[in-house]
Structure formats: structure tokens, C-alpha cells
């Protein structure tokens, strides 16, 4: 079966950092992805990681770790735009699946 | 400008009465698929099709059709309409499987009352 799991809900200061964290277990492996939704909108990719480690992209890196099952997404220098739902989801032996989101919500 | 266009954005319908919410490309991507998202259960994929002709089950098919006639169209058909299909769809299209991004058309919110 696939399962993918992400908190809920988080909140962050504007100008902090925030790590939103992903577990997941599924039928084979073949990359993780990221993306950002705003309210409203369709989602749009932020990072991609096929390989364990860290990769980095300005204000967003993106970490795996295959063996635990286990990514994050870290956000620095957070921006009141930054308020959004961030959707993980792992292409395996199937077609992408997306966890539920994990609302964040950045406060002044 | 490379884009996924659905339409239509908004659609009020009553029970039993055949949709379809139509997807396009421009960008010539083999991978098409459609999805369903509701609060607390993110989105769910409902169909996909990896080419012309080719299309496959996702985690949520039932009570939906689709159809790929030509690559860069991709229909999602509801031929009974049922309130349990009231959500917001997203129609995503890549160059193909694995490492490429998926790019997402607007949305449709469909209620069916």
C-alpha cells in the first residue's frame, strides 16, 4: 500500500525557518517531489529528490533519505507569501501519490 | 505560453445529469492525468494515461470516464453526476513518468446538488 504522511498544520514568523517533514511508505521507489499550493490555486512543483541528500534551490532546500523513508522541505527567510498548503508526493511502482498537505501559515 | 487549460473553472449541476470538463496541453507531454481534491484527503488521482489511447485507473475511478482521442486532450466525463462528486478537480499533464514535474491546469469546482 502507499502511504504518505505530513503534519497538518504548522506556523512560522516571517523571516524564521520552517522544516515540514514527510514520511512515507510505497510500493517501490522512483523519486519525491514537492510542491506549493496557495488557497485556491493549482499546485506548482518546487523540488525534486531521486537521491539521499540535501538539494538546495535559493530559499527552499529539499532533503531525502531512502532508507528512512523520510524528506523534508526547508524554507528560510520565510515571506508572509509563503503562507500555503506544501503537498508531498512519491512516485513508486505506481503514479505519483500526494500526501494530504501540510498548511503553513506565516505570521508577522 | 505553456499551459493546462480546463474548462469549465465553475460548474453547478444537479444528480444525474452528464458533464465532462474538458483539459488541454500545449506542450506536447505524453502524461496526462486527472485528480480530485477534497479537505482533509489532498488530492487523489482518478485517472491517467500515459499516451494516445492509453489510459489507466487511479485510486479513485468509480463514477468517472475519460478518454484520450489526441495527445494534448485529455476529458474527464461524469455520466451520472452524484453529490459524493462535488470537489475541486485539477487536470496535470508531464513530459512522461519519473523525474519530470507535473504542471497543473486552474481547477474546476463541480457541485452537484
Known amino acids: 500500500g502507499q502511504n504518505i504522511d505530513q503534519p497538518t498544520e504548522m506556523t512560522a514568523t516571517e523571516g524564521a525557518i520552517v522544516q515540514i517533514n514527510c514520511t512515507y511508505q510505497t510500493s517501490g521507489f522512483n523519486g519525491l517531489f514537492w510542491y506549493q499550493q496557495h488557497a485556491g490555486e493549482a499546485p506548482t512543483f518546487l523540488s525534486y529528490n531521486v537521491l539521499d541528500g540535501l538539494e538546495e534551490k535559493g530559499r527552499f532546500s529539499s532533503f531525502l533519505s531512502r532508507s528512512k523513508g523520510y524528506s523534508y522541505l526547508l524554507l528560510k527567510e520565510l515571506q508572509m507569501k509563503d503562507s500555503a498548503s506544501y503537498l508531498c508526493?512519491?512516485?513508486?511502482?505506481?503514479?505519483?501519490?500526494f500526501g494530504k498537505g501540510t498548511r503553513l501559515s506565516v505570521i508577522a | 505560453e505553456a499551459q493546462v487549460t480546463q474548462n469549465p473553472r465553475y460548474l453547478i449541476t444537479v444528480t444525474g445529469k452528464k458533464l465532462t470538463v474538458t483539459c488541454s496541453q500545449n506542450m506536447n507531454h505524453e502524461y496526462m492525468s486527472w485528480y480530485r481534491q477534497d479537505p482533509g484527503l489532498g488530492l487523489r488521482q482518478i485517472y491517467y494515461?500515459?499516451?494516445?489511447?492509453?489510459?489507466d485507473k487511479g485510486d479513485v475511478p468509480e463514477g468517472y470516464k475519460v478518454s484520450r482521442k489526441e495527445k494534448r486532450n485529455f476529458p474527464l466525463i461524469l455520466e451520472s453526476p452524484s453529490p459524493n462528486q462535488t470537489s475541486l478537480y485539477f487536470c496535470?499533464?508531464?513530459?512522461?513518468?519519473?523525474?519530470?514535474?507535473?504542471?497543473f491546469g486552474p481547477g474546476t469546482r463541480l457541485t452537484v446538488t
Open positions: 494515461s500515459m499516451n494516445v489511447e492509453v489510459t
Open positions: 508526493a512519491v512516485e513508486g511502482n505506481t503514479p505519483l501519490v
Open positions: 496535470a499533464s508531464s513530459q512522461d513518468l519519473g523525474s519530470y514535474e507535473q504542471y
